[in-house]
T-cell receptor, first 111, second 112 residues
Framework: GDSVTQMEGPVTLSEEAFLTINCTYT??????LFWYVQYPGEGLQLLLK?????DKGSNKGFEATYRKETTSFHLEKGSVQVSDSAVYFC??????????FGKGTLLTVNP | NAGVTQTPKFRILKIGQSMTLQCTQD?????MYWYRQDPGMGLKLIYY???????DKGEVPNGYNVSRSTTEDFPLRLELAAPSQTSVYFC???????????FGPGTRLTVT
């Protein structure tokens, strides 16, 4: 079945630092790929997505590019803010619109 | 438009008790999902439904049951609660046109 490997956390950065969270996946075919974010005490919400190879998803300054050759979808942001502190989940899409979530990466940004 | 709502927010159960976690969505989505989230383990799919009257098992269905009599509601039933079911439970909904899932705020359940 589908699986996801995410960078182990927690990740602690200072404000305005560069962020990369690695994500690689195994799946049948070429699934759509997603990053979800969970702020403290809340449910998950979609951060960005890419539906085919070489697509770049972007939102709120975050970006991720669908790399078919390396089966990766790494999340990046050039300058993080304290408000970006959250747990980030990578997820490929599967049958019946199911998502397989990674274990999540906790990001803490200090002022 | 409330989105996905879940009740209760918190619950403490004794071993062997049963309860129903409620989930309702007002977006007319056909697809609905139940997940559990354990610390450091991401989300695991318990059950899902592709429409009223149709449900199927996910990755970790043992100890749970679901029903889907209407498009809006997707309750999750725990029978004979066990400490291993201590977790945060999330309900989500989505459509056939995209993989985006909309999540409720979660129910934190403790079984002691």
């Amino acid at each position: 079945g589908d699986s996801v490997t995410q960078m182990e956390g927690p990740v602690t950065l200072s404000e305005e630092a560069f962020l990369t969270i690695n994500c690689t996946y195994t799946a049948t075919g070429y699934p759509s790929l997603f990053w979800y974010v969970q702020y403290p005490g809340e449910g998950l919400q979609l951060l960005l997505k890419a539906t085919k190879a070489d697509d770049k998803g972007s939102n709120k300054g975050f970006e991720a590019t669908y790399r078919k050759e390396t089966t990766s979808f790494h999340l990046e942001k050039g300058s993080v803010q304290v408000s970006d502190s959250a747990v980030y989940f990578c997820a490929p899409g599967g049958s019946n619109y199911k998502l397989t979530f990674g274990k999540g990466t906790l990001l803490t940004v200090n002022p | 438009n409330a989105g996905v709502t879940q009740t209760p927010k918190f619950r403490i159960l004794k071993i062997g008790q049963s309860m129903t976690l409620q989930c309702t969505q007002d977006m007319n989505h056909n697809y609905m999902y139940w997940y559990r989230q354990d610390p450091g383990m991401g989300l695991k799919l318990i059950y899902y439904s592709v429409g009223a009257g149709i449900t199927d098992k996910g990755e970790v269905p043992n100890g749970y049951n679901v029903s889907r009599s209407t498009t809006e509601d997707f309750p999750l039933r725990l029978e004979l609660a066990a400490p291993s079911q201590t977790s945060v439970y999330f309900c989500a909904s989505g459509t056939e046109s995209s993989y985006e899932q909309y999540f409720g705020p979660g129910t934190r359940l403790t079984v002691t």
